[in-house]
């Protein structure tokens, strides 16, 4: 399976490592790991596919009842800590540099803030949507 | 790959690098700018998402019947499944693990073409039942099935003008409307009574026009998934390209930037899918 080059590349990982020590690694370094070359254990991988592949199921399962106002948080709040397993763990930002995440972190603040801003807007148009509406009823013929 | 080497017994290695370290890590950077360039610009659909259905639930909660929710969960678990294999390929690379390597972009790629033959089937079962986008919208008998149990409140529209089906654009359901104190029908005294009442979206007496604003949620459907589906296209050359390069043994513990790129990719279309699936298929 590995020929002798991959083998002493993982060596020569560690000692490239070595020699560029303090050298743009930040955060992966204080770990005492090899850094952003560090393999994550196969049962994190397969136990988070079995959590996400859980939660998909409970949120189907709570679909399958009328929650109400509740319905979109729930859902939504599901859906976010999926995404928080998929982005902390299957793209190692749990391990990576923390620029990385203050850019993906910041970019969903940023969504958060547009949706939010447009909801609050929208709030504001709804009398003269319900205003129009009744107009155009008033006038039908 | 790179045209001036320069780097002796590093093929990959580009000549305006340092060294194996400082590629990887401007590589890393770059896909993660990417990477929020693409949030930003899936955001702008979830916002026309988030202001149509605030302004017109009921429309989302019926058409959203149209939707075959098992095979958006099934489509949910095989996105899940391919990141789990594209994960799984970036270990396999750091490892120097080439066989596995390949074998798990192999399973990724096939899991994308999974995906996109389940949304085939979807899309192609919405043609057919004329749940189009756009004007092109033209729903046939039956197009609607009957997931939910019926007579659920939230499924009802205003029927604030009943019996008129020549009007330009007649309000679908909201709670204003009903209270409206306009439920006369000036073309005959038995549509009276309709005026203002809730009534499920299928009943007859809803004019046409007001039904077709159920287009509304196909036109957001279609745009997200398709532009999501595109995504899944885009994935797929890349990882198709990815599998070549394994296995002609260009990864190798020190040089495995382009997976762990691809795989970050790969892990936000399944990410802005885990947002759709609830958002689209789920709906009360």
New interface residues.
Partial sequence: MSHAAETTGAHAAHVDRGAHGGHAHGAADAHGEAGHHHALPGWLLFGTWVLLMGLTGLTVFSAQYNLGAFDIPIAMTIATIKAFLVMLIFMHLLWDKGFHSVLIFGSLLFVWLFIGFLMIDRGQYQPSKDLFDRDVIQSQP | MSHDHGHGDKPFLAHHFE????Q??SG??GI??F??TE??FF?GL??AY??YR??HPEIFVFASKALD?KWG?IN??VL??S??T???A??NA???????LILNLTLTILCAFGFMAIKYVEYSHKFHVGLKPGDLYAPTEGAYPEKHQSG?K?RTVAL??AG?VH?????AG?A??VE?P?AQD?HGGEHVAHGGEMVPWDDPRVPVETKNRLQIFFGIYFCMTGLHGIHVLLGIVVFAWLLTRAIRGHF???YYGPV?FA??YW?IV??IW??L???LY???
Avoid: N
């Avoid at chain 2, 060294?19 to 400082?22: A, I, K, L, S, V």
């Avoid at chain 2, 750091?94 to 596995?100: A, H, I």
């Avoid at chain 2, 009007?167 to 309000?171: D, E, K």
């Fill in positions: 060294d194996e370290d400082h990887f890590d890393k950077l993660w700018v990477l929020v949030i930003l955001s979830f916002c988030a202001v605030g302004m929710t969960a949910t678990c899940l499944f990141s789990l594209a994960a799984w970036v270990r750091q490892l120097g693990q080439k066989k596995g659920a939230a604030a003008q008129d009007s330009p654009a007649p309000p909201d204003p409307v409206s306009v000036e190798t513990p020190t762990d795989a970050l892990h399944d990410l885990i947002y699936f609830p958002l789920l709906i009360h």
